[in-house]
Nanobody, 118 residues
Framework: QVQLVESGGGLVQAGGSLRLSCAVS????????MGWFRQAPGKEREFVAA???????TYVDSVKGRFTISRDNAKNTVYLQMNSLKPEDTAVYYC????????????WGQGTQVTVSS
């Protein structure tokens, strides 16, 4: 079992920055990929960014150049640094874990709200 707890959300003006954190506990050795997703009101959950155990990362086009995903294995924490925030980034942000050999994200955090005012 893997437990995920997000933090760092809040209210920020457009153009501002936030850093989200995801604390990982449990069977951390079993994790291959860590991802961030978001869900805006009335919309489906969408992929934002992911980072593999090896360190390789991917991003949705809308956040490339503005968001950076990173992981601190010693602290069992994954971060999402969000710069140049836009009102359309407003959403509940979730972190998720994909275990080795499993092709889906099967552990999810409770989410943290990010609100960007114009």
């Amino acid at each position: 079992q893997v437990q995920l707890v997000e933090s760092g959300g809040g209210l920020v003006q457009a153009g501002g920055s936030l850093r989200l954190s995801c604390a990982v506990s449990g069977r951390t050795f079993s994790i291959d990929v860590m991802g961030w997703f978001r869900q805006a009101p009335g919309k489906e959950r969408e992929f934002v960014a992911a980072i593999r155990r090896s360190g390789g990362s991917t991003y949705v086009d809308s956040v490339k150049g503005r968001f950076t995903i990173s992981r601190d294995n010693a602290k069992n924490t994954v971060y999402l640094q969000m710069n140049s925030l836009k009102p359309e980034d407003t959403a509940v942000y979730y972190c998720a874990a994909q275990r080795l050999g499993v092709k889906v994200y099967d552990s999810w955090g409770q989410g943290t709200q990010v609100t960007v005012s114009s």
